[in-house]
Each structure stands twice: as structure tokens, then as C-alpha cells.
């Protein structure tokens, strides 16, 4: 079982609380972690100093977000160099969204995300995209984003990260139809625990994904309890996707440790990422 983790660059600027976070999590050896950055150049900078502070303090490997949307290929490059000049070599590569909604590719940049992962792959870099168990807000259908998974795998990416999604079945019909387009892309499965049901659903609603009236139920206005609920429904989601043969994760911490802590000593890991 391979395990990594997400972090995003904080609006306070406390690199540092992050890095204390990750440190809780560095015992349990992930394969990575990845950054997220901003699409339309607000917190680009944020991005890059939030990967600063990791390297000072750490020597994980990082895989820097990097979005299309609203740049040139000339700016795109020039952030590529940065990230190089850094060390990294791993990017996941994602469209972005508009700030104005709907999604207009830049006159100088490019027009899909397989594009520009045949950029980022000829310029010698490991590609990370998305993948989707239930469509994108802007998807026509899960067929139709089945496919541009299918093209970005025909551009040169060999890994995909999964957005976050509590149907099991959704999961399942993914894995099955990425066995049936013959797409060759290893999938690694987001989790994202349950720090609040509120805030959960706010986000799903954004991201186009359900979230069952089963788990919703399990929460209330008893904290010890919600923490009880959150660990045994991300526990059973794990053990759910090892049965339906995934075995990596890609963990949304959202800055935070303490959820996944007790998690992870559910499942008995060893300081190896291994289980007992």
C-alpha cells in the first residue's frame, strides 16, 4: 500500500504550521506529496514558498500542481523552470477552472489538457492528472471525461489521481471501465477525511459529488462521535478499494493531521506504511 498527501499554501502564510503538520504524517513513509497552486496567478507565489519551507525542513518528494488556465505556453514554461530549478520532476497537470466559469483556453496557451501534458512530458517531467468516479460540474458525462483520461494517457501520463468521492460504486464502475477502454494509467484514489459534514458537502456540491444520506447521517452535533464516524468511514473506504484492487492513496489533508493519525493507527501501519 503506497500513501501520499496533499497540502495547499495557507492564507496566513504559516509555512511552517504545515510542515509541523506533514511531520506528524512523514512516520508512515509517503511516496510523495503534492502542492497545490493557484490557477490565475494569486497564490502562485504562495506555492512556491509553501515547497520551500517542505525542502528546508524535509527531503519527501513533491509533486507541484500546475493548471493550464489563463496562461501562455511562454508563462507555462517559464513556471516549469522554476519548479526544475527546484528539483522537482513530477507535476500534476490540471485545466484549472475560470474565474469567470465557464473554461476558455488562452490565446497563446493550450486548447486541452492532453496538450499539455505531451508539454510537460517532453519537457522530461512525471505527469499526475485527474480522474473522475463521478463527472466534473462542467462534464457532458462520465464517458466523456472517461475519455479525456483516456487522451492525457495517450499524451505520456502513466498515473492518475482520483477526485474525492464516497460511493463505492462510482469507484468501482471507474476501475471497471478503465480495465474495459484498455486506458494504461495506474490509479491512486483520493481520500479526503471528514473534519466537518458541513464544509464536506459545501465542497461536494462545488465538485459535482454526492455525498450519501448514510454517511451524512452518521454525523450530529456530538464532536467525540463525528470523529468516530469520520475514521470508520474513510477505514472502510480503504479496505472497500484494496478489495476492488487499488492499492495507493492520495490523502486531502486539508493542512491537517490529527483525522489521519488516528486512522492510520486503525489500520495498524507500521512507521513504514506498511501493515502489521
Do not use: W
Request: aromatic share 10%; charged share 25%; with cysteine.
Amino acid at each position: 500500500m503506497k500513501i501520499s498527501y496533499e497540502f495547499y499554501p495557507p492564507q496566513d502564510l504559516d509555512y511552517k504550521k504545515v510542515v509541523n503538520e506533514f511531520s506528524r504524517l512523514n512516520r508512515y513513509r509517503p511516496d510523495f506529496i503534492s502542492i497545490t497552486y493557484g490557477a490565475m496567478g494569486g497564490s502562485q507565489h504562495k506555492s512556491i514558498g509553501l515547497i520551500k519551507a517542505f525542502m528546508e525542513k524535509s527531503d519527501i518528494d513533491i509533486a507541484a500542481h500546475l493548471t493550464l488556465v489563463g496562461k501562455s505556453k511562454t508563462e507555462i514554461k517559464k513556471i516549469i523552470n522554476q519548479f526544475i530549478a527546484l528539483g522537482i520532476n513530477k507535476i500534476v497537470a490540471l485545466r484549472g477552472d475560470s474565474p469567470n466559469g465557464k473554461f476558455k483556453a488562452h490565446q497563446n496557451g493550450f486548447d486541452s489538457t492532453a496538450d499539455f501534458v505531451k508539454f510537460l512530458i517532453d519537457s522530461n517531467l512525471e505527469v499526475f492528472v485527474s480522474a473522475y468516479p463521478e463527472p466534473h460540474p462542467e462534464s457532458e458525462s462520465f464517458d466523456f471525461d472517461l475519455q479525456l483520461l483516456k487522451s492525457k494517457t495517450l499524451a505520456g501520463s502513466k498515473q492518475c489521481i482520483s477526485q474525492f468521492c464516497f460511493s463505492m460504486d462510482n469507484y468501482q464502475k471507474l476501475i471497471d471501465q478503465l480495465v474495459k477502454k484498455n486506458i494504461k494509467n495506474e490509479l491512486t484514489a483520493g481520500i479526503m477525511p471528514i473534519y466537518n459534514i458541513d464544509s464536506l458537502c459545501n465542497m461536494a456540491k462545488k465538485c459535482g459529488i454526492n455525498i450519501p444520506a448514510g454517511i451524512i447521517n452518521q454525523f450530529s452535533d456530538d464532536k467525540e462521535r463525528n470523529e468516530q464516524a469520520a475514521v470508520s468511514i474513510c477505514i472502510n473506504q480503504i479496505k472497500d478499494l484494496q478489495n476492488m484492487g487499488v492499492d495507493n492513496f492520495h490523502f486531502y489533508t486539508l493542512n491537517k493531521s490529527s483525522l489521519l493519525l488516528k486512522i492510520f493507527d486503525e489500520l495498524s501501519f507500521t512507521n513504514y506504511g506498511e501493515k502489521l
